[in-house]
């Protein structure tokens, strides 16, 4: 996963929606194993707890900055040509982004996407 956004208030936001859906998917027994790989296993019962409790709202607040970091690749739309070449440069020949929600930021967009293929 991408946390993206044109600029650090689009990008914090982006990376709490994905901290809400994380935390949702990880508190599921089927991602423990990754969870186990990664060294994160604590993550996954502290998680099942809340969910067993209906604690919803307080899912979020169990994974911290520490996991989301280690998992997801974060950076503003100028930053991210360079993160994704030094994260996943040597073992992938592809990436997914998703659009920005607002046609006026296609533009510039485009141009993350143009920087992207050259790296």
Do not use: C, N
């Not at 974060?74 to 990436?95: C, F, K, M, N």
């Amino acid at each position: 996963m991408v946390v993206t956004g044109a600029d650090p208030t689009a990008l914090e936001a982006s990376r709490e929606a994905i901290r809400q859906r994380l935390a949702f998917l990880y508190s599921t027994p089927a991602y423990a194993p990754t969870l186990e790989r990664l060294g994160l296993g604590a993550v996954g019962p502290s998680l099942r707890r809340l969910v067993r409790d209906e604690a919803w709202d307080r899912l979020v607040d169990h994974l911290p900055d520490q996991v989301l970091d280690q998992l997801v690749l974060v950076g503003t739309w100028s930053e991210l040509p360079s993160l994704v070449h030094d994260r996943y440069g040597r073992w992938a020949d592809g990436i997914v982004l998703r659009p920005p929600e607002d046609p006026a930021a296609d533009a510039a967009f485009a141009a993350v996407l143009a920087r992207l293929r050259e790296t």
